[in-house]
Every structure is written in C-alpha cells, then in structure tokens.
C-alpha cells in the first residue's frame, strides 16, 4: 500500500497563480483532511471530508476550495495564491471519524513570491 | 473556539535525561492522539487516549490522560538522539481534528 501520496512535493507559484495539490490515498479512509505548518504555528486545518461529496471548512479555509468526488481524492486548490499562503502543506486519512490516528502524506512544501 | 495549548514550546536535553511535554485543553476531550514529527518529515501517530485516567507505554514512551480528560502528558524515559523532533497532541471537535501548538525537543549528544 502507498498510503497517502501527495504531488508535487515542491512548488514555486507567482502572486495571483491557481494551482491544485493532490492527494490520493489508497487505504478506503472516509476521513479526509488538509493541513497548512508554518514555523511556529503548528498544524493548522483548512478544509476536511468525512465521505464522498461531503466537504466541510476548518480553521483557516479562505484562498482554498476542496471536492471531494471519489473516496480515493482529495485536492486542494489554491484560487489566487498570495505570499501568505507560503507554507507545507499537508494532506491525511483515517479510517473513522473521531479517534484513531491520521496517516500523513509526505507533503508539499509551496513558496509565493 | 476549542483551545489547545502545548507546554513547554521548545526543550533541549542532554542524552539520557528525561522528557515531558503536556496538552491542555479549554474543553472537555472525548479523546486525544500525539504524533511525532522529525524534522522535515511529516507527522507520525503513535498513540490514542481514550479513557480517564488512562496511561499507556511503548517502550521508553509514557502517555497519560487526565482524570478530569483535559490534559494529557507524554514523558520519555531516558532520551536518545532519535527522540529529536516536534510531538503534537491532536483533539477532536465536531468532525474535526484539531492539533495543539507543539513541543521541539532537541537532545545533545
């Protein structure tokens, strides 16, 4: 099994670009999750899915649309991107909803300029 | 909003000493997780906390809840090198997952 398999795993974009980040899993997880790190502020969540065609907002959703049209995808798409969305981004699993642990992919790290 | 605060936020040890970092939540946890992540890599579940009072052990690795199930703690016994990384807590709301603030442990060799 891959797990959970993030691309790119780098990317330079230019103020006002769009671009999507994949995220594809291949353990049957119907929970589904993005994550944005940036130095010193922890993991922070931007958007979440708890089933196909279902999508819900995190803590800090703005500049991001998610879908979710199969089980397996999860892509995060950045609408206009802005040096403020310079970070590592995360994408992660898990079977149930609540409790047990998430599987992270590997990550891609985006830089804004 | 749920608050979940990590203490404390950096720690440098000396091979061999031990370590403890705790979670403190504002709000009552039906459950709590801790991921390791080691720099430049992504973070990795190691455990669930379930009960109050609840502790449980991997190997030099100690994780405990709180009675009242709003703070927890994971202590490692003894440091190796290869305990270097950021340990994160993990809470969970309505449908969502929250993680705390984080604890950088650095071990000198």
């Known amino acids: 099994n891959a797990g959970v398999t993030q691309t790119p795993k780098f990317q330079v974009l230019k103020t006002g670009q769009s671009m999507t980040l994949q995220c594809a899993q291949d353990?049957?997880?119907?929970?589904m999750s993005w994550y944005r790190q940036d130095p010193g502020m922890g993991l922070r969540l931007i958007h979440y899915?708890?089933?196909?065609?279902?999508?819900d907002q995190g803590e800090v959703p703005n500049g991001y649309n998610v879908s979710r049209s199969t089980t397996e995808d999860f892509p995060l798409r950045l609408l206009s991107a802005a040096p403020s969305q310079t970070s590592v981004y995360f994408c992660?699993?898990?079977?149930?909803?609540?409790?047990?642990?998430?599987?992270f992919g590997s990550g891609t790290r985006l830089t804004v300029v | 909003g749920q608050q979940v605060m990590q203490i404390p936020q950096y720690q440098h040890v000396q091979e061999g000493e031990d370590f403890t970092t705790y979670c403190n939540s504002s709000?009552?946890?039906?459950?709590i997780q801790w991921y390791k992540q080691r720099p430049g890599g992504h973070p990795v579940f190691l455990i669930q906390?379930?009960?109050?009072?609840e502790v449980k052990k991997q190997k030099r690795l100690t994780f405990q809840f709180g009675e009242a199930k709003k703070n927890s703690s994971l202590h490692i016994t003894a440091t190796q090198t290869t305990d270097v990384g950021t340990y994160f807590c993990?809470?969970?709301?309505?449908?969502?997952?929250?993680f705390g603030t984080g604890t950088r442990l650095k071990v000198l060799a």
């Open positions: 992660a699993s898990s079977q149930y909803r609540l409790g047990y642990g998430y599987t």
């Open positions: 353990m049957n997880h119907e929970y």
């Open positions: 899915s708890v089933g196909a065609g279902i999508t």
């Open positions: 709000t009552t946890l039906s459950n």
């Open positions: 906390l379930v009960k109050s009072g």
């Open positions: 993990q809470v969970s709301g309505t449908y969502k997952y929250i």
